[in-house]
């Protein structure tokens, strides 16, 4: 029999985390996962401290699903609504997020209960409230402060078809 080579999906789940060597990596990373049938209903959260890359990765992913016009971080509205063709996205910020009545005030309860792209920054500042992420990916500044280090976890059915 001959040796079979195996390759890593087109997003990838490798054991071991992703280098982004720069804006270019990440664009091309939300190139392909813009190109997921799965990504119309997925919940993706983002972990990073401050400058990690979150909402570049958000914003790029938001073009590569259609997005025209000006894509801003929702630190102090909470989340940014947008009408993608053909899907619903929202883009959540919780890093000023404080009490769980903000979650049922806000409505976010039922932006979460209906269909379309979701995609949370901080989203352990509102743990207690968020469902499970179908996506977590953790980005982490490398020491040149260009490279981002990035990890991958699905939880889902519908993170495993993300990164199949």
Do not use: C
């Not at 390759?7 to 190139?31: K, M, N, Y």
């Not at 025209?68 to 102090?76: A, L, Q």
């Not at 063709?85 to 883009?91: D, I, K, V």
């Not at 404080?98 to 352990?124: H, N, Q, T, V, Y």
């Amino acid at each position: 029999m001959g040796t079979v080579e195996h390759h890593p999906p087109i997003v990838g789940t490798a054991p071991r985390p992703l280098t982004w060597q720069g804006e270019d990596d990440t664009r091309a990373f939300a190139e392909r996962l813009a190109a997921r049938p799965a990504i119309a209903d997925a919940f993706i959260a983002l972990h990073g401290d401050l400058g990690a890359g979150k909402t570049t990765l958000v914003r790029h992913l938001l073009r590569a699903l259609g997005a025209e016009g000006r894509i801003k971080s929702p630190t102090y509205a909470v989340v940014e609504p947008y009408e993608l063709p053909g899907l619903a996205a929202w883009h959540f910020d919780f890093y000023r997020f404080d009490d769980a009545r903000e979650w049922e005030d806000a409505g976010l309860r039922d932006i979460f209960a209906s269909p379309g792209l979701k995609l949370a920054e901080w989203p352990e500042k509102a743990a207690a409230v968020l469902p499970v992420a179908d996506l977590d990916i953790h980005l982490a500044l490398a020491e040149d402060d260009v490279t981002r280090i990035v990890t991958l976890h699905a939880n889902t059915a519908r993170g495993r078809e993300l990164l199949a």
